[in-house]
């Protein structure tokens, strides 16, 4: 109607398998890189993991300076942060027992009062609960990649299964690896990107893997590879409108959706472009490994 | 229409409508509205009306100490009834080792205090007793504090005048708080960080060497005063009435002394005070809150009518707040405040305005991109687009979930999202166009071939959300709520009501060509 549906080829033939190699390559460089900086860098963990206490208040006329100079003469593990503008300051102070941290809450609050129009949030998580709520996130991530390994299994051949958990264990440490570059911190919310960047980025391979499955019964005598190239370039438009309106979606939240859903929204940027990434050239080329063709032995 | 089921036409429209009707509680937000139908609106959670998360824990190892004390105490009144002396009582954390200077008596004493306490594990050697704590003992201590600290807390917070609290156990040792719309928290967990004991001691103001030289004769023990440390006070250990037998408190004004708390004992404690004051005319009777003296006053004369002031330096806020935790009650351990987050009314506001133009930013954006690309095709997905949005909030107001700040990240993320079910339908359907010349048999196997695919896709996507709900908590929760409620709306929307939408436009624009 308004031709812009020509910008993708009806029947697009592009040789996505030729080029595995380059992107194997690069994504086993950025693999590595991502679990150098894991261990070296670490993320930036948020007051939900680390534990400690976080106050964000709005000021009146109050430079972070001047906050800073009144906090710091009294407590010597704060520190301050504008967030999102000059006059909305986020104050964190470290973990401490958990007691004594919520003393330091009605401390700092009764010092800085004057100088305070409304404190918007105070968070405390105490030791105990950060490394649970850790164990916990970590638990639902592992368990999620096992139950759509599962879901996969049945649905399709094992070899699938095997492929998509590849792909998935790949997204999910190459996003970690970027929020370490970026130094995005890492909370509760970005476990949550997380759980549903693999929720997006196996959506985009059980649409991909359908096809190939579909294409393996209809074209019997067909080379794999030919075969995974089809399979990608039938479902190709697909892949990159769905990535586009989601992005758009995406970055519509990180534009307006405010300073404290930001790294949630950024995560979940990184995670679809990493997502589409894989399913497209890590995804079925990792089938490739199997030389398969499931359909012909059954027959 | 031709080709299409008018029942189907009929229930999408009618599914499409309950959704249209059942989302306008939640457009309107009527706050205090008792109307069955606007009762059906959103909750919002505490990050974005504002409001309070507690999670308490009972400090468990206290209460354990305490018992062990108790039952050591028993032994002891067991050992000087059978005249046998005690040399050395050592605590663990689990246990306690009482050495007796000879075991003669040693199997009586195990044997009536096995009478006394069938739960406990008790065990002789030489001339050592161990006590200990087994884990179902334990376990029975454990469950009964956390009920009863449950309905302190619940007690304290109700007098504290919040609306709509919601006060569950959480795990083995937590209590959850959450109360919404609190202006002042701080006071809150001040209400909540004391156990409240109050107790009454005699004063033994005689012994000033002991005082001294601070060591606790037996019997006694050296306390501090709530407003000094410095001075301190040698009281008779046993309390002789405490808080349990109180029946009313409140704070009041005495003209003389100032802000003060009034108590009243029940018959009980009435008998036990007249009999106390009256035999101790002259001495000082300590009151102790959490172990503290807040006060000592000389006892001038006996008090019989079972009621009395507490005096110290109150003011009017510090005397009705003690008033309210002596009346609800001392918790049987203290409680630690674990987790804590509180979030002010101008922030969540904040939150939900930038949400509504995320959302609404998102859509357009979504739409617009749609139409440029699938021409009317992609007007009709829109059109299921925002017919999937009404359908999530009249799903969210009905069933009562709770739309968290993050829940809103997933209905901005399933407007993305949603639109991809149509999408895959639609290149279907361009791939069938090279096939086939009907554009009803095109159409039809569009949607059938694309059908198989969509639910792989989503089921997937619901794992992921559902295994969110089960490892997350609170505002994550919220999230993945809207993201799975997305995802299936999303399914019906593309399957049933762009399906009805294509055969519609179909048949009123008698195309033969499909323009996508």
Redesign the interface.
Known sequence: ??G??K?IP?EPNINFLGLRKKFLIFSIVAIIISICLLTVKGLNLGIDFKGGTLI?V?TKNTSIGELRDMLSENFNDVSLQEFGSKDKILIRLQNKS??ES?ET??EV?NLIQDKVL?????????P??SSE?LL??F??VS??LI??LI??WL?FEWQFGFGAVVALTHDVLFTLGLLSVFNVEFS??T??AI??I???S???T??IF??VRENLRKYKKMELVEIFNLSVN??L??TV??S??????????F????E??RP??LT?IIGVVIGTYSSVFIAVPTLLIFKFRPQDEND | MQKYPLWKSFTVILLVLLGVIFSIPSIIYNDDSDNWFLKNKINLGLDLQGGSYLLLEVQLDTLYAEELENLSESIRLLARENKVKIINVKYNINDVTITFENNIKIKDIKNSFFQMYRGVSIQENENRIIVKLDEAYKKTIQDSAIKQSLEIVRKRIDESGTKEPLIQRSGKKRILLQLPGIKDPERIKELLGKTAKLTFHLVDDDNTAALKSNIEPFGKIIVSDIYDENIKYLIDKRSLVGGENLVDAKGSFDQTEGHAVSFRFDTEGAQKFGRITSNNVGKRLAVLLDGVVITAPRINSAITGGSGIITGNFDAQGASDLAVLLRAGALPAPLEIVEERSVGAGLGADSIAAGKIASFIGMLLVCIFMVLIYGTFGALANISLIANIFIIISLLGTIGATLTLPGIAGIVLTIGMAVDANVLIFERIKEERLKNRNVYQIVKNGFDRAMSTILDANITTLIAAVLLFAFGSGPIRGFSITLSLGVIASMFTALMLTNFLVYFYLSISSKKELNL
């Open positions: 109607m308004f812009l549906n910008i009806v964000e709005s958990n007691q919520i809450v009605n609050k409304e404190f918007r949030r105070s968070e405390f998580v105490g105990t609960i709520l916990r996130g638990q639902a368990f999620a139950a759509i879901y996969i649905r509760l919310a476990i949550a759980l549903t693999a929720g997006y196996i959506n985009d059980v649409v359908d096809r039938n479902t438009s697909r409108m769905t586009l309106t989601t992005l758009l979606a995406l970055f519509s939240l534009i307006f959706g405010g404290v859903i949630f929204a979940m």
